[in-house]
């Protein structure tokens, strides 16, 4: 079984930055997943953030475009949202997620972790 556990959330005030991280455990950590990062805001629907497909290319929403950067480290099975310039918008419940085939379309994903909570105040 593959399993997800996401780290790193947290409070902060408008223009902080955090570091979410994901750990992945049951399988071997190799550049055939596609990996992805999603939030959801109350009563919003999940949406995708960004994206960094198996072969090392990065996708970004452009609602943080220039802001988060996604990165993933394969001898730590881990995958990174370095989130900068933080806004109130930015808050929700944050997601990672893998996969064979890369979008921003949730379907897309086999395995996603629990989530962790970011809170921008401003």
């Known amino acids: 079984q593959v399993r997800l556990q996401e780290y790193g959330g947290g409070s902060v005030q408008a223009g902080g930055s955090l570091t979410l991280s994901c750990e992945a455990s049951?399988?071997?950590?190799?550049?055939?997943?596609?990996m992805g990062w999603f939030r959801q805001a109350p009563e919003k629907e999940r949406e995708g953030v960004a994206i960094?497909?198996?072969?090392?290319?990065?996708t970004y929403a452009d609602s943080v475009k220039g802001r988060f950067t996604i990165s993933k480290d394969n001898a730590k099975n881990t995958l990174y949202l370095q989130m900068n310039s933080l806004k109130p918008e930015d808050t929700g419940m944050y997601y990672c997620?893998?996969?064979?085939?890369?979008?921003?379309?949730?379907?897309?994903?086999?395995?996603w972790g629990q989530g962790t909570q970011v809170t921008v105040s401003s």
């Open positions: 997620a893998a996969g064979y085939r890369c979008s921003y379309g949730t379907n897309a994903y086999n395995y």
């Open positions: 049951g399988y071997t950590y190799d550049d055939n997943y596609c």
């Open positions: 960094r497909d198996s072969d090392g290319s990065t």
